[in-house]
């Protein structure tokens, strides 16, 4: 299990650099020193999306949590999400396969390629372009164990979105929506 947690990690942290110096440093790839830091929920905080089109759908997005999971095969890991939207839960549950540096899934009609980006403690900074037919896009979205973030790491987020020419509206969090209920974590 300890190689499938190393691999994912490697896969994860691939990220071309950015031209300017200050965005070489703000754009890092990130390695936990304990890899099983990146395993159990996250919660969503903020985002963008590249196109416009991709952007104001997070506008939707009134709440949502992932959960990453190791499996028993070393080079996948599991992803399941409660993303609450259009006034309703919407779940699922896919597996990244650890290909390189890089994690891919497949999300309803889209290939995704995923990294995390080195952010703020006790968070998770992933970008991700995808593919859906013939329309590509991307994401940037910065997840907490908790769903609060603190004002300082709010205007990192905004440097690293902005070295990655991500909008500078990034999408936050609706503090006052409930995250929808975990229905495979037993109570």
């Known amino acids: 299990m300890a190689l499938s947690v190393v691999g994912f990690l490697l896969t994860l942290v691939s990220l071309s650099a950015a031209s300017a110096p200050d965005c070489q440093e ?3 790839p990130y390695m936990p020193e304990e890899p ?17 089109t991709y952007h104001k759908a ?3 997005m009134k709440s949502s949590w992932i959960e990453l999971q ?7 890991v599991t992803l399941r999400w409660g ?12 597996n990244a396969t650890v290909s390189g540096l890089s994690a891919t899934f497949r999300k309803n009609l889209s290939d ?17 372009t995808f593919r859906n037919v013939d329309i590509t896009g991307r994401y940037i979205m910065q ?25 500078k ?4 969090y609706d503090t006052t929506a409930e995250l929808c209920p975990d229905k495979e974590t037993k109570s």
């Not at 099983?36 to 416009?52: C, H, N, R, S, T």
């Not at 993303?83 to 896919?94: A, E, L, P, S, T």
């Not at 509206?169 to 936050?172: A, D």
């Open 26 to 28: 703000l754009v890092q």
């Open 169 to 172: 509206n990034f999408h936050s």
């Open 83 to 94: 993303d609450y939207c259009f006034q309703r839960c919407i779940f699922g549950k896919v």
């Open 36 to 52: 099983e830091q990146l395993f159990g929920k996250w919660i969503y905080v903020m985002g963008a999306g590249d196109p416009v």
């Open 143 to 167: 997840f907490t164990r908790t769903g609060q973030i603190h004002p300082t790491d709010v205007e990192h987020f905004r440097k690293q979105a902005k070295c990655l020419n991500f909008p």
């Open 70 to 76: 190791p499996t028993s095969d070393n080079l996948t």
């Open 112 to 128: 995704h390629k995923g990294h995390l980006l080195q952010t703020c403690s006790d968070c998770l900074l992933w970008t991700d």
């Open 58 to 60: 997070l506008e939707y």
